[in-house]
């Protein structure tokens, strides 16, 4: 087995390992657990750590998720990802889940989205708009969809979970669908899932309001979610095999 690790970075801040062939981005904060994850669009691995871990024990932790490392990035390198979307007529666009064509409109009137039928997305823009001002326009139709899919979803689980969510928001994400502030009692959902199916939707949901229960995601968190969503990993495979939205992917 090949392991070292950059020098000078012991035990603060950040460092690379190379496990394995595998170049691993250790990142030290002020956390009680480890957390291993693999980031699209190509396989990056990076483990945070509490401060007081060193190296031996940061390494050890990713040699024994070895197998898991090197399925999450098979899986993460061969998942489908959208191309760039130019914004005129005839693309698709995905709204929960569903494929949708494209009709742009240009109009002396206030912009709007609206859906048409069963296939059609018509974007009204201003005459002249160019691709980023339409792009705005459609985002803000997918933020004010999403809060308003959201916000029921947190009323239904709160009580079933017995968690009580002081906040949560929206916000673009290129590494995560969701992220949970334990201690602000806050929950955070990826603009992207605008995109996906309303299951894979409150899979995210339900996910990140057990960490309010369960910061780890260890045999205690998925035993919360199995008992609460039985389906929870039937959700998560569905999402992970979804497109990845189209990113420049510079971190």
Not at 21 to 35: F, Q
Not at 212 to 217: A, C, G, I, V
């Amino acid at each position: 087995m090949s392991t070292s690790a950059a020098p000078g970075k012991g035990r603060s801040g950040r460092g690379v390992l190379m496990v394995e062939g595998i170049e691993v981005e250790v990142v030290r904060k002020a956390i009680k657990n480890l957390h291993l994850a693999v980031h699209p669009p190509d396989g990056r691995v990076r483990i945070a750590v509490p401060r007081h871990i060193d190296d031996t024990a940061a390494r050890l932790a990713v040699v024994t998720r070895l197998p898991w490392v090197r399925r999450k990035q098979a899986a993460v390198i061969e998942q489908a990802r959208e191309s760039r979307r130019e914004m005129v007529s005839g693309e698709s666009h995905f709204v929960s889940g569903s494929r949708y064509r494209l009709e742009v409109v240009e109009a002396d009137a206030p912009p709007s989205v609206s859906i048409k039928g069963n296939r059609t997305l018509r974007l009204q823009v201003r005459p002249g708009a160019d691709r980023d001002a339409r792009q705005t326009v459609l985002d803000r139709w997918y933020r004010d969809r999403l809060r308003a899919a959201v916000a029921p979803l947190v009323e239904h689980w709160s009580p079933r979970l017995g968690v009580e969510v002081a906040d949560w928001r929206i916000k673009r994400m290129k590494t995560k669908w969701g992220s949970c502030s334990t201690r602000a009692r806050r929950i955070w959902i990826n603009l992207e899932l605008a995109k996906k199916s309303e299951r894979c939707l409150e899979y995210i949901v339900v996910h990140e309001m057990v960490h309010l229960l369960e910061p780890s995601h260890n045999d205690r968190f998925r035993n919360l979610m199995t008992r609460h969503l039985p389906s929870w990993e039937a959700r998560r495979d569905e999402l992970n095999r979804s497109p990845l939205a189209f990113e420049d992917w510079t971190y």
